[in-house]
């Protein structure tokens, strides 16, 4: 057999298809369209997608604090956790590295720091500019320079490496992009035919027939003056000499529609999103109410994307201090709710008043930093009260007292 036979050849064509794809910064997919980090954008689900999970994590307050003896302390949060670098936020970065772990897979965070090994500047990398290999063991990470050369070479102190998901073994993380090729490509497909066909209007509103041969010129004229005669005018239309109209109702189906839908949908599948959060029409609100409805995205969606950034960052602080995002915010009911929850944790000892009022956004009140016993209404004193709940007093005291009694008596 041949090796140019037909699969042979189509392979090679396909080979070739993909090395020109990722020449141009795109990847290969069987509908031809060149998928690249722009043209996935260009898909509105998968925009709407990676912009909720990359705004809803970069969102969350950042704390810092660390355990010691079973308690929670919070420490001082460093100042390059608000102000990573001269031109960026913090929510910039976080958004930035949350774009990049949705898109490619990886993100990277370039760590700059003084003399003593503190950090003073955080810079995120794009993935493009960055190659992770393995030596004696360890992560070393060589950067791109302005000649397209791998040539800074950085170690593991000084660059933070995310990873959206991997195989043991592998030093980079798979992207998404690459392994979604042909998803993004047939949406792209699609969107590329709809806009061709409205754009150009191959299609004619309508038809006038004639069983009559007709010059050019007969053409045009029927034509000019049916158009002059009957546009924006819906009065009778009165035809002679054999001639007839038709109309043509052409759209862009029903079919395309349906699965344009079912593109949105296979993107939220992909990131695992709500269907109904990036205006999926099929999708509904499986709970009832807005809390459990955000309680599910976090805990489904957000929470893996949050870890990774909690122990990236983590990385930046010493000892055994560790970094916190805050998820009070979406777990937030109606107000109702919220002053019912805060005040059964105030009776119950688990929060103080200016605690439950620093949630609430609102100034502390001088006496609000004690604890109350919600039974008796009494501040909770640890030096004084028993934990067992139990009087202290002296028997022989309390025998004194009733020989006084009776005495009186």
Known sequence: MSIFNRENRNAGLGNLAELLSLRDGAYYNYTGEKVSEISALGVSAVLSAISLLADSVSLLPIKTLRYENGKTIFTDKPKVLDRPNANQTIFEVIHQLMTSMCMHGNAFLLVDRDRQGRPIALTPVHNDKVKVEMNAGLKVFKLQDKKGE???????????????????????????????????????AMDRHIAQFYGQGGT??????????????QARYLQENWVGTHNRNRK??????G??????????????????EQIVNDVARIFRVPAHLIMSKDGSNVYSNIESNGLAFIRHTLLPYIRRIEDGLGQLLPGKQMVKLDTDEYARGDSLSRVRGFQVAI????????????????????????????????????????PLGVDEFDADDTDTEFEEVEEDN
Request: glycine share 10%; no cysteine; net charge negative.
């Open 150 to 188: 791998y040539t800074r070479l950085i170690t593991q102190e000084n660059m933070i490496h995310f990873i959206w998901y991997s195989y043991p073994g592998q030093v980079k993380g798979v992207s998404p992009l690459k392994t979604q090729a042909n998803t993004y490509g047939l949406a792209l």
């Open 204 to 217: 004619p509103s309508s038809i006038l027939e004639t069983d009559r041969d007709l010059t050019s010129e």
């Open 243 to 260: 001639l007839k109209w038709k109309s043509i109702s052409a759209g862009a189906g029903p079919e395309l529609i349906q699965a344009r």
């Open 236 to 241: 009778p239309a009165v035809l002679t000499g």
């Open 347 to 386: 009776s119950s000892g688990i929060m103080t008043p200016n605690e439950a009022r620093a949630r609430m956004d609102l100034e502390p009140y001088v006496g609000g930093d004690e604890f109350y016993l919600g039974l008796q209404g009494a501040v909770i004193d640890p030096e004084v009260i028993n």
